[in-house]
């Protein structure tokens, strides 16, 4: 059973980045992380192993769905479109997406007309 412990810690399997040590690890999520936790309802400064824990798993979702984007469209290549077509299998995810989409199209509507009246 000793040896299973290493394993079950994540010791000796190299991070996604290449770097086997955890100080080497940049935190991309953390802030933003350490925030939606709170905002869910858990403490206002949440464990660190928490927080890092929840990076991992999101950094591994994004990496995982951005390598099958590039392989769904154009070779090399990921679009939104690819993005939009592994998501539509769920519809939670499908729908927050759309949103996204959409609110992200009219505020560059709303950014070009006010820069149109600037002027």
């Given at each position: 059973m000793?040896?299973?412990?290493?394993?079950?810690?994540?010791?000796?399997?190299?991070?996604?980045?290449?770097?086997?040590?955890?100080?080497?690890?940049?935190?991309?999520?953390?802030?933003?992380i350490?925030?939606?936790?709170?905002?869910?309802?858990?403490?206002?400064?949440?464990?660190?192993?928490?927080?890092?824990?929840?990076?991992?798993?999101?950094?591994?979702?994004?990496?995982?769905?951005?390598?099958?984007?590039?392989?769904?469209?154009?070779?090399?290549?990921?679009q939104?479109?690819?993005?939009?077509?592994?998501?539509?299998?769920?519809?939670?995810?499908?729908?927050?997406?759309?949103?996204?989409?959409?609110?992200?199209?009219?505020?560059?509507?709303?950014?070009?007309?006010?820069?149109?009246?600037?002027?």
């Amino acid at each position: 059973m000793a040896e299973d412990s290493g394993a079950a810690s994540g010791e000796g399997t190299p991070s996604r980045s290449g770097t086997s040590g955890d100080e080497k690890r940049k935190r991309i999520f953390f802030k933003e992380i350490r925030c939606m936790m709170y905002g869910f309802g858990d403490d206002q400064n949440p464990y660190t192993e928490s927080v890092e824990l929840l990076e991992e798993l999101v950094i591994e979702f994004i990496s995982d769905l951005t390598h099958k984007a590039s392989q769904v469209g154009r070779p090399g290549r990921v679009q939104v479109e690819d993005i939009v077509y592994l998501i539509q299998k769920d519809p939670q995810k499908y729908s927050r997406v759309k949103d996204l989409l959409t609110m992200n199209e009219e505020l560059k509507k709303a950014r070009r007309a006010f820069d149109e009246a600037k002027f």
